[in-house]
Every structure is written in C-alpha cells, then in structure tokens.
C-alpha cells in the first residue's frame, strides 16, 4: 500500500506570536506578572496552599469557622455564597483580617443565566447564533456580577453523544465545531473584552476532559477514548475556549483509559498548560481530588494531593486534601514547591486580572437595576425562539391562526419552574412566563381551553384525563405540552430508556384519537420520546427547557408571529438501543444503504446464514437516526442550487471557495442555517463520513435568493494525529453544502502537494 505525504503543522502560530510587539495587554500582564511575584516573596507556605483552597460556607462548617479560616488565610475562594452583603462581609474578612489581604474569588454555577433564565446550553446549540449566545452570557454575567460573583463554572463543553447521559442538557451536543462555537461565544460574554470591567466574571471550561463519554451514558463513569478521538472530538472546544481566553479550566469527575482526568499529568501539564498555553488556573470538580480514592488510583487523601498537584490541578474544590497534605508532601519531596508557586500564581494573575484587588466590593443595590430588565427578558424569548426545532409539520399544521380554538393540554403548559432547566440556582419561577399565560394574552383566553392532564411529567394518574377531554372536545386543535421535568436532566440524571415518563403517552394517544390536528411542544433536556409518539402528532416543536420566556416564546412560534429555524445539535436516535448514533460516525467495511439492509421481518424463515444484507445497521432499527444532527424546518421552504468551488484542487496553503445558492421557495421570511461539510476520503487514520466545517445563518423574503459563501483553509480540513500534531493528507474530499448532515448538494476537491 502506498502511503501519502503527511503535512505537519507544529507550533507555527505560536512562534509567530512571540514575533509581536508588545500590546497594553501585555504591558499590564507584565505589571500583574510583578505584582504576583511580590506577593509570592512575602507568602507563607501556608498562605500559598490556603489560596489553592475553594470551599462551600454550608458544607464548610459554622460562620464563626469559616471566618477564622479566611483570616489565617487558610482559604482562597468560595463557591455557593449567597448574597452581595455576604460577599462584601467575606471579602472584607480576607482583605482587612488576613495577613496578606489577598480578596477570594466567588464561584458559582451560573450556566444559562442568572436570575433571567436562557434555554438550557443544548437548546442554544441549537439556535446556531453565535451573537445571541454571546449576549445571554454576557446578561449572565452582569446579573452575577451584581450578586458579588466574580467567577462562573461554565461553559460546559463536553461534547456528548449519548442522550441518556443527563448533562447532554448543559452541553452543546455532539459535534466538536459547535461546541467550539458555544465555547468561543460564552467565553467572550462572560469575560468580554476586560476582565477588570465589573459586569465581567471569568469563565471555567469545564469539564477536562472526556466527561461526556461516560460509558453507558452513566453519569461519572469510565471512559474510553483514543487519542485520536481525544485530540479530534474532545480536545478542539477546549482549544477553542484557551484561544478566547478562558480565564480557568475545571478537570471532570471520569478516568480516561484509567486515569482520572484530575490526576492526569499529561492531559493537564503537558497538553492544556504546555502545548495549548492556557495560562489561568486549573480548579478539581467538587471532590475530584478526593474521588480519586474511590476511583482506585490514589491510596488515601495524602495519595490524592500528591498525584493532582503533578497532574496540575492548581485549586481543590470542596475536599481538603491539599490543606491537609501539601506541607509535609513538600517535606517528604513528593511534590515540588515550583508546582505550588505556580499553582499560585495561576490563582493570583487571575485574581489581579479580575480587578479584586483595586475593587473587591460590590455596590449592595446593583442587583435592583440589573436583575431581569426589560432589555434581559427580550434576549432570552428570542434565544428561546430560535432555540426551538420544528421537526415536523404535516399539512402546514403549523402556524395556527390567532383566535383558533386551542386545547392546551400537558404537564408541563403551566408549570413556571419546569420550564427553566437544569442548573438553575439563581432563578426564580415567578419570572416565568409560561405557556398558558402566553397563549390567554395572544390568543385570548375565550379561545383557550386549558387541562394538565397530568399533574406533573411523570405523573401515572389518569385522574386528568377527563377535564383534557372535554378541554379537546370544545376547541379545534390540540397543542399538547409534554416531556421532562426540570429535574430529571442534568447532573446524575441518566435514563436507560429514552420515553417520556408517567402516563404522557397515554395521553398524547388519547388527544390524538379526538380527530383533531394534534400539535406536539416537547420540552425536555435531551432527545427524547419522540420514537413513541410522534405519529400521534401533525406537527412537533422540539422546546428543550426553554427558560424564563418559554411561553411567550413558544406563542410566537405557534401563532406564526414567529418562524422556527433551530436545527438539530445532536442526532436524535430512534431508541436507546441505537446509540450511539451520531453523524460524524465512521463508514466502515461494509456501509448499509437503502438497497442493502434487512427488516427482520424480510428474513425468510430459515434463511440461511449469510445470505442477506450483511451491512452496519440494526434489523430492527434500519441504519439511519430518528432525525439527523443539523436538521431542523421552517414555516417556509429552502431550495439549494448551483454549488460550486473556486478550484478543483488545492495545496496545504491554500484556502477554497465553495458558493452556493439557497433560495426561499416559501411564502413567508424564514432563516435557514446553512451548513458545510467536508469529508477525507482516504488517511491513514479512517476519517468520519462527514464533519462540520462551517456554518452560516442567512434570512430571506419569499422567492429571495443569496449566494452563501464559505472560505475554507487547508487548515481546517485536516485532522490531529494520535500524538497531537495536525496533518493534513493530499488526495480527495467530498464537500457539501447542506440543511442538515444527511442532505445537501456535493462537490469534490483535491488536495495537491
Ligand atoms: C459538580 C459539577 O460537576 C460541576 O459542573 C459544578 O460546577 C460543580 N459541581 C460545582 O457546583
């Protein structure tokens, strides 16, 4: 076999950035770099680990305790603090009362909104919108900061393929590029472009690394990942969220290949310090370090210390072992007083780049002007509006005309608190909009009937089903609102079997046996329920938990005030018994098609071995998902034509033009998202069948039509090798400009040396 030519590009960028000439960031990183040192000179060993200690006030132990701790400067940060006075008074403690004066940093999981609440990470993936997703962390931001927060433990970047793993919810889903995208956005809303600016707090890229390969999608499980994978899936939102400048990096509660990540040196030191240059402090999940006893891997709490601080982990969160153990590791030579001094000048360049020094208080009465405004509360109905996918509209159900009469039924129609999602300390249910308040104000109540059915998502009483009866029986359409409730997403909520709980699909069956369009609005952390009911429905809204403005959102979308264009972030699998299923999936030896896969009911009794469709896929389940990743439809129509490219080859250096155009052949203004992928059709690694590569957001009138244009760079179509270095291999792609990663219109290129 003949091999190619590997093309490697190593470090180029960075040494191009150590030709600049020095910016005013640099001049000031400088002074910070200064100011760290002259505070590392005078510091006690004790003072250093104290700073590399984070810990929760209600787990901590009594007021009075926690205060002495502050003030023999035994702890550096605070997670879960609740209130600007309580700040101010902790802060004051550290300042005045410690030797050092050194200020804490405030953590606090501040993951889709403060008190306004967007929708949850997933359904913000799903809008595509880079700038809305940019703004809601920045109105996060702003509202934490108000509170005295100074530091979120977000974004959640874990890219996930596995629905049944709870904190699918918190992620952006299962493709590496708009995990980047979710990753790049948050990081510059939270931080801006001035960390010191007091609406600003510092960013966490959580959780490193390969949390969301949790096998069985049980949550804190084992993973398995190759390297290849770890450097091509995993590794690029990280990479990306570094480059924005992510202020911190927390490691994940998983081992990988059976290491834990927060003992893991070469993941930690080598590659996320060293090669990606992240240069802000690395903090422990709550207790990793200790965890890793259970884990197998550490002998005991001292055991711990020692092998995190190698695998720099610069802060513990929650457990003590670095308090308790660093001093007398440092007598015994098992760890290295350069790690501790860095691990501390890690925390310190953040705290100084955070402003806390020069302006550690917060102004008490902040939070009455910032808390959510007018101005919050519209970006999070339109993040939530365009978060929504419409995956099906037989006969245009959808919109309905204002005045129809509407049966609103469904668990989850009223319901303030469910709307809003997982990890949502600071949010309050009576900011909530709900459904049935949104539809009463537009639609009128007159022409809304409305009956839960069930009380709560998993209720399995039929007791409601009567009043939703005569609720469907007095109006003309049904719009039904089902799926999770908030609790069962998110951290530890993983589900073997992917249905909606309780009696909802009673329910839905019995809606739909009334003869009347049935429209189905889901709202639910993860894909879900749909195998078993979606023929019940003429149309379905796939909401995630929407957030504060759920309803007013939904309305809009329902009424046609609004048109769907969310698409799909992570494939949506027929069962549980399909995943994983992802798009970026690999072709193997004997790919399925349409002509060469077998029903099992096609199998001939006493078939002989052998002789049928012997290709990837599932007798039962064929070899395509539910729905594929990237789709998503409108109330209009999009018709894609004329692709083309700027050269049928091209060279390590070179960049491509791929054209395309895409036309509104509906009858309303809609927003398509318009995707690009690529596809290596021969390496030395085997390759996905397809990646995202691009992406673009275009809006049209009826019968408009654009050029979309994308750029791509050699650059961007190669792939990381098992040890890190980026190849690119000559020879030939396929490309496509697509609505989704099943369709689209195809070209070829060639890579040329
Ligand atoms: C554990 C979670 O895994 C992490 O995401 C979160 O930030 C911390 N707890 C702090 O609450």
């Known amino acids: 076999m003949m091999f190619k030519k590997t093309f490697l590009i190593v470090g180029v960028l960075m040494m191009l950035f150590g030709a600049c000439s020095p910016t005013s960031t640099q001049k000031s990183d400088n002074d910070i770099e200064g100011k760290v040192d002259a505070l590392l000179k005078e510091m006690t060993l004790e003072e250093k680990i104290g700073q590399m200690s984070q810990v929760d006030p209600g787990v901590f132990g009594t007021p009075e305790e926690l205060k002495a701790a502050i ?312 993040l939530a509006e365009e978060s929504v996918v419409l995956l099906k509209n037989d006969n245009n159900t959808l919109p309905l005309k204002k005045g129809t009469k509407v049966a609103l039924v469904g668990p989850l129609a009223d319901q303030p608190y ?67 409730e908030s609790i069962l997403s998110g951290e530890a909520k993983t589900l073997a079997e992917l249905k909606f709980p309780g009696k909802q699909n009673e329910l839905i069956e019995l809606a739909a046996s009334k003869g009347k369009p049935v429209v189905m609005v889901v709202m639910a952390g993860r894909p879900t329920g749909l195998r078993q009911t979606q023929d019940f429905a003429d149309a379905v809204l796939y909401a995630w938990h929407p957030g504060t403005m759920a309803g007013p959102a939904i309305a809009n979308l329902v009424f046609g005030e609004a048109v769907p264009s969310g698409k799909l972030p992570v494939t949506f699998p027929k069962g549980e018994g399909q995943v994983p299923v992802y798009y970026a999936h690999k072709m193997s030896g004997r790919p399925a098609s349409e002509e060469n896969w077998t029903h099992i009911d096609e199998i001939p009794v006493h078939a002989v071995q052998h002789s049928l469709g012997n290709t990837n896929h599932s007798l039962d389940y064929g070899f395509t998902p539910l729905y594929p990743f990237g789709f998503g439809l409108s109330y209009t129509t999009f018709e894609y034509s004329d692709m083309n490219l700027s050269s049928e080859t091209m060279t390590q250096n070179d960049e491509l033009t791929i054209t395309a155009t895409i036309k509104n052949s509906g009858k309303v203004t809609g927003t398509e998202v318009v995707q690009l992928y690529t596809r290596d059709l021969v390496a030395f690694y085997t390759r996905p069948v397809r990646e995202l590569k691009d992406y673009k957001r275009v809006t049209l009138q009826p019968g408009e039509s654009v050029q979309v244009e994308f750029t791509i760079g050699a650059d961007e179509i190669g792939f990381y090798l098992p040890d890190g270095t980026y190849t690119i291999e000559p020879g030939d792609f396929h490309v496509w400009v697509a609505p989704n990663a099943a369709e689209g219109l195809q070209n070829e290129f060639e890579v040329v040396e």
């Open 418 to 484: 469910e709307q809003l999602g997982t990890w949502i300390f600071d949010g309050d249910e009576n900011d909530s909009e709900t459904v049935l308040e949104a539809f009463n104000a537009y639609n009128g109540e007159n022409n809304v009937a409305f009956a839960e059915g069930l009380a709560y998502s998993r209720d399995k009483s039929e007791k409601g089903f009567r009043d939703a009866e005569r609720a469907i029986n007095q109006s003309d359409v049904v719009v039904l609102v089902v799926g999770e």
């Open 71 to 382: 003030k023999n400067g035994e702890i550096g940060s605070l997670l879960n603090v609740f209130g600007a006075e309580n700040v101010n008074e902790l802060q004051r403690t550290a300042i005045e009362e410690s030797r050092m004066g050194i200020p804490l940093i405030i953590g606090r999981d501040v993951i889709h909104g403060y008190r306004t609440i967007f929708p949850i990470p997933l359904g913000m993936a799903a809008s595509w919108n880079e700038d809305l997703v940019r703004e809601s962390a920045a109105i996060a931001a702003r509202e934490a900061a108000s509170m005295g927060i100074n530091w979120t433990f977000a974004p959640m970047i874990d890219v996930s393929r596995d629905p049944r793993w709870g904190r699918i919810a918190e992620s952006a889903g299962e493709d590496p590029l708009l995990n980047s995208m979710v990753a790049r956005a948050m990081v510059q809303g939270y931080q801006g472009d001035d960390l010191s600016d007091p609406a600003t707090i510092a960013a966490c890229a959580k959780h490193y690394i390969g949390y969301g390969a949790a096998e069985g999608g049980r949550d804190y499980n084992t993973t398995i990942i190759p390297d290849i994978y770890l450097h091509n899936i995993y590794m690029p939102p990280f990479r990306e969220a570094v480059n924005a400048g992510a202020a911190t990096v927390m490691t994940a509660f998983n081992d990988i290949n059976g290491i834990p990540a927060t003992g893991h040196e070469r993941n930690n030191r080598q590659i996320l310090k060293n090669e990606l240059g992240f240069d802000g402090f690395v903090v422990s999940d709550w207790a990793s370090i200790e965890e890793m006893i259970a884990h197998g891997y550490a002998a005991d709490g001292k055991h711990a210390a020692e092998l995190a601080l190698n695998a720099a982990v610069d802060m513990e969160m929650s457990s003590r072992t670095y308090v308790n153990n660093l001093e007398q590791l440092l007598e015994e030579g098992k760890v290295k007083q350069e790690w501790i001094d860095d691990a501390v000048r890690r925390i310190l360049r953040v705290k100084f780049r955070l402003g806390l020094f020069d302006n550690p208080y917060v102004d008490v009465e902040l939070a009455e002007k910032v808390l959510v405004t007018d101005e919050h509360l519209e970006v999070a109905e339109k």
